[in-house]
T-cell receptor, first 116, second 110 residues
């Protein structure tokens, strides 16, 4: 069974631009969550989707948004990029229904974003 | 809002047992405790999950005291390949966020 696939793996943007990252969960998984990882802040939760609905959202500004499609694939978007948005963005899928049932998460390898 | 605290780093030697403790004082009744391992440039990988007392699988054991305000990940007989960052995750009821600890960087030396 294929794992979680994230695209693109690497990308470079400049301040003020926007970026869209994609995540394809493991087949059959309906819950997808996103995380930002930086050396200074560690792993921080962005948001979680289940059946196309956002169930949980972390403490990030409105520039960070996401969505989930009917096939469970998910995208996240960051608008008006700032230097501090440079990070590894990780997507995880879970067979559960999200929330407290999100125990065993299956992570992709991440999309490394560099903002210049 | 659940918050977790872990040691920033630990050193060990091959063949030793390593115990990493995570504090989660305001864990909610329905929360499970999950541990992950992460190597550089890779996503975290699930190690073990528990709710109370002790859980053991083929790679680790998880000890959770009765008050559930902390948990200890135990890695028996570590090897060099266990050098990684270990994260403690405490799930929170729907409507809040999933909180990872800051991670513990384990260095296993020969």
């Amino acid at each position: 069974k294929a794992g979680v696939t994230q695209t693109p793996r690497y990308l470079i943007k400049t301040r003020g631009q926007q970026v869209t990252l994609s995540c394809s969960p493991i087949s059959g998984h309906r819950s997808v969550s996103w995380y930002q990882q930086t050396p200074g802040q560690g792993l921080q939760f962005l948001f979680e989707y289940f059946s196309e609905t956002q169930r949980n959202k972390g403490n990030f500004p409105g520039r960070f948004s996401g969505r989930q499609f009917s096939n469970s694939r998910s995208e996240m978007n960051v608008s008006t990029l700032e230097l501090g948005d440079s990070a590894l963005y990780l997507c995880a899928s879970s067979p559960g229904q999200g929330g407290t049932d999100t125990g065993e998460l299956f992570f992709g390898e991440g999309s490394r974003l560099t903002v210049l | 809002l659940a918050k977790t605290t872990q040691p920033i780093s630990m050193d060990s030697y091959e063949g030793q047992e390593v115990n990493i403790t995570c504090s989660h004082n305001n864990i909610a009744t329905n929360d499970y405790i999950t541990w992950y391992q992460q190597f550089p440039s890779q996503g975290p990988r699930f190690i073990i999950q528990g709710y109370k007392t002790k859980v053991t699988n083929e790679v680790a054991s998880l000890f959770i005291p009765a008050d559930r305000k902390s948990s200890t990940l135990s890695l028996p007989r570590v090897s060099l390949s266990d050098t990684a960052v270990y994260y403690c995750l405490v799930g929170v009821d729907a409507g809040n966020m999933l909180t990872f600890g800051g991670g513990t960087r384990l260095m296993v030396k020969p």
